[in-house]
């Protein structure tokens, strides 16, 4: 796993009287250079990266794993990172790992062994997020926060990008957090910078905390096939229950106590527990989800976040 898309934020408290517009560096390819909303600004790109420049402040934005890469599918390793801010450092003359980081994409790609659709079939609900389901991925939305899923290859063949030959008619499943707002909060300090980014406690610290976001959504169990012995009627009327939540589905049963909630049909409570007792009965906690396809991709995003820079 490694960094992707960054939003920077640099402004001129290293120097107050320092000026970007005063300082354009050479090497910035600019497409724009005029007033906007009563404000000089100078729009420019230095390959994939957008930067925005005002006299007091300068806007990075963009994949430092395609600005270092040229894509963001083969592995980008730590030092490869840091050797990438130095090069903006130097192409731009600014100090930009002084900059605040204000968005922050934390990803990883995954060889599988199926059709990356596949896997989707088992992915449920996590708490307090929306779950949007998208052409190709899955993905999970707060105010503050994304996790989203997606056919990496899906994804470059839309946007015409090369696949390299390595990657080619294989089965690559991605799954990224997208850290959007409050970033110091996530992080338990005041403010991210980008030199915090460069520190290897910081990323092995990131790498956990991915994995942890991952173990928070919940995975449907494979549905069952037959029903075991019993003389307990009470466990036969589960176990006949459980079939049914499968074959209506774990999301779509979620939703319909939700619209019962919003109905007045039944309390939030009355839903809460529904909702509690269902996810807990129909869905196993992880690693231990019964299908063969959840239980690989469990063991791969394992192995990669005990990954040490």
Sequence with gaps: MMYDTLKLVLTNEFNPSFNFL??????????????EYGTPVVKAKIRNLKVNIKTSRVVIEGSFHVFCKGENITPMHFDEFRMSVAELESLTAYPVRLARVSRLDFSGNFLVKHPVALYFNFFCQKSRFQKIVLDGGIRYSSEEKELIFYDKLKEMKKKRTPIPQYFQNKNVLRFEVRYCRKLGKHFERRELFLADLLEKSFINTLCKVWRTEYKSVVMEM??????????????????????????????????????WQSAGQITKEEAYKMRKFIKTNSSEPYPNAENELIRELNLKIKTAAKYEV
């Design 22 to 35: 005063e300082n354009l560096p050479s090497t910035i390819d600019i497409y724009f250079h005029g007033i």
């Design 222 to 259: 494979k549905a069952p096939t037959g029903l075991t012995p019993t003389g307990s009627k009470a466990n036969l009327l589960e176990q006949l229950a459980l079939i049914q939540i499968h074959q209506i589905g774990l999301d779509n049963l979620i939703n319909e106590i939700s619209a």
